[in-house]
């Protein structure tokens, strides 16, 4: 239960029992609806660009937000933000970009928000601090929740369980 590693003692073996009797897949499910309709980047893009204007309108536009169907595996993330510098003439411009795991395509819009807020988060907050954690509870009050519902997950699958939720067609 790597995902659950940092949780108290007690949590983790209501998980592991939950996990024994092959319930945990039901009780994500029975918690949270279908999954959201967000398959394309330009989708992405437009979900992020909209939570960045209501809740950093000051910070530096973004360049690039993608799906990217390698991050989980690469880079051991579900989501990353990157700022890359180029010289453009006499000038030294910085592009921002936010990538999301693939996973996040087949998912309950919950848990998306819950990674975009913290690639977001990131734009004004680099280290995970106090700051960080309390700008991303301001644009997501059930922050921590989403993140913990989202490990459970994360651990039924790692323990072999399939799926739960696929697009809507």
């Known amino acids: 239960m790597k995902y659950l590693a940092a949780y108290p003692a007690a949590l983790r073996a209501q998980v592991e029992k939950l996990v024994a009797e092959g319930r945990l897949g039901d009780w994500l499910q029975?918690?949270?609806?279908?999954?959201?309709?967000?398959r394309t980047d330009r989708a992405l893009y437009d979900y992020v660009s909209d939570l960045k204007s209501e809740f950093l309108r000051n910070a530096e536009?973004?360049?690039?937000?993608?799906f990217d169907n390698k991050l989980h595996v690469i880079?051991?993330?579900?989501?990353?933000?990157?700022?890359?510098?180029?010289?453009?003439?006499?000038?030294?411009?910085?592009?921002?970009?936010?990538?999301?795991?693939?996973?996040?395509?087949?998912?309950?819009?919950?848990?998306?928000?819950?990674?975009?807020?913290h690639e977001l988060a990131h734009m004004k907050e680099r280290e995970h601090?106090?700051?960080?954690?309390?700008?991303?509870?301001?644009?997501?009050?059930?922050?921590h929740q989403h993140e913990f519902d989202l490990r459970l997950y994360l651990t039924h699958l790692d323990g072999g369980g399939e799926r739960l939720w696929t697009p809507s067609v």
């Open 30 to 38: 029975k918690r949270y609806g279908a999954p959201h309709d967000i």
């Open 61 to 66: 536009p973004l360049s690039k937000v993608v």
């Open 75 to 117: 880079r051991n993330a579900l989501g990353t933000h990157t700022t890359v510098s180029r010289v453009q003439g006499g000038k030294l411009k910085a592009k921002r970009e936010i990538r999301v795991a693939s996973l996040f395509k087949e998912v309950p819009i919950e848990w998306l928000r819950m990674i975009v807020v």
């Open 129 to 143: 601090d106090k700051a960080f954690y309390k700008l991303c509870m301001h644009m997501e009050p059930d922050y």
